[in-house]
């Protein structure tokens, strides 16, 4: 049963450890709330929010999630156990690597002047991970919005809490491999404005072994989170095929208006989707644990 207070009487000083350690990181990369943010999406999204995406490969019982090509370019996995090391020394046992997950993505929110968003803590970590699922659940960025609002309709969140979760992309970049078929092999309904497309095109110039390792920002405020990312996708500047669809799409299109016009009623939108994306599918002690170290099942 997950609670505000969950650490209060095991670990009062969890969540101050953890935003002391992710100072640090942020301070000398700021490009890791984006990626922490990311994190918890794919961690959430796959078995639940269990930290099962930290698995690594342990002899033949299990394959990491990483295997995935879907978790391609996810980062900072060490930065969490770097974190969960410091919770160690403190209070051993007692934190979840999920718990940091969903405490790490929330500090990042903050950090790049998002909201400040209050969230339950009590999730136990898996013990288990496939590569299989993460396959299968992992979304894909040409991915439909009929498919997209059922993904996160069945987090409980509304149209509304759905499109703001994917306000998640003012943050962040995205690899010339996820972009290139709509930059040369569009689909008809697929629309883009041509400066932004003729723009990409130098960024992205083939569809060469060099696209996963050339990048472009998902909006034009990378580092900040605010509501650029609507903006933008008001003036055919969605870099993925779904972020696009979002403008196009009639149940859509007048809530990316609302979000672009009022940032902080897409911050009330945020706050609330992401209390839901971050309880996903949660597991209690009798089928999770408290992993001593995130890579491992204890
Ligand atoms: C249908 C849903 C979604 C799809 C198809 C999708 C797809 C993608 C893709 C293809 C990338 C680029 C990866 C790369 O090439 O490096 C990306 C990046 C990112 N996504 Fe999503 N995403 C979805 C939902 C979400 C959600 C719900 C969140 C968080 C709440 C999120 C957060 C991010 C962030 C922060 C990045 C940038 C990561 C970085 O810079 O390292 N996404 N997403
Ligand atoms: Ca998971
Ligand atoms: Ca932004």
């Given at each position: 049963r997950m609670s505000y207070d969950y650490y209060k009487a095991s670990c009062p000083n969890a969540e101050e450890i953890v935003r002391r350690e992710l100072v640090g990181i942020f301070l000398v990369d700021a490009t890791a709330p984006a990626a922490f943010l990311r994190l918890l999406f794919h961690d959430c999204q796959v078995?639940?929010?269990?930290?099962?995406?930290l698995l690594d490969a342990y002899g033949s019982r299990t394959e990491s999630e990483m295997k995935s090509y879907r978790n391609f370019a996810i980062r900072k996995r060490e930065a969490v156990e770097q974190i969960k090391s410091a919770l160690e020394a403190v209070?051993?046992?007692?934190?979840?690597c999920a718990d940091i997950l969903a405490m790490a993505a929330r500090e990042s929110v903050s950090f790049s002047g998002g909201p400040r968003i209050g969230i339950p803590l009590g999730r136990k970590d898996s013990r288990t991970c496939s590569y299989q699922r993460a396959d299968a659940y992992l979304p894909s960025p040409s991915i439909s919005v009929d498919s997209f609002l059922q993904t996160f309709n069945s987090k409980g969140m509304s149209l509304e809490e759905s499109v703001a979760i994917l306000g998640a992309h003012t943050l962040g970049v995205g690899h010339c491999l996820n972009i290139v078929k709509r930059l040369y092999d569009p689909s008809p309904a697929d629309r883009m404005d041509y400066t932004f497309q003729a723009q990409l095109r130098l960024s992205?110039?083939?569809?060469?072994?060099?696209e996963n390792l050339t990048f472009v920002s998902n909006?034009?405020?990378?580092?900040v989170f605010d509501n650029q990312y609507f903006v933008g996708l008001l003036m055919g500047r969605g870099l993925f095929q779904i972020d696009a669809s979002l403008a196009s799409d009639p149940r859509t299109q007048p809530i990316v208006r609302n979000f672009a016009a009022d940032q902080s009623y897409f911050y009330r939108a945020f706050s609330s989707a992401f209390v839901k994306l971050s309880s996903t599918n949660v597991l209690g002690s009798a089928s999770g644990e408290v992993r001593r170290q995130c890579s491992h099942a204890n």
């Open positions: 078995q639940g929010c269990d930290a099962s995406i209070c051993p046992g007692q934190v979840s992205c110039p083939t569809t060469v072994p060099l909006d034009i405020t990378p580092v």
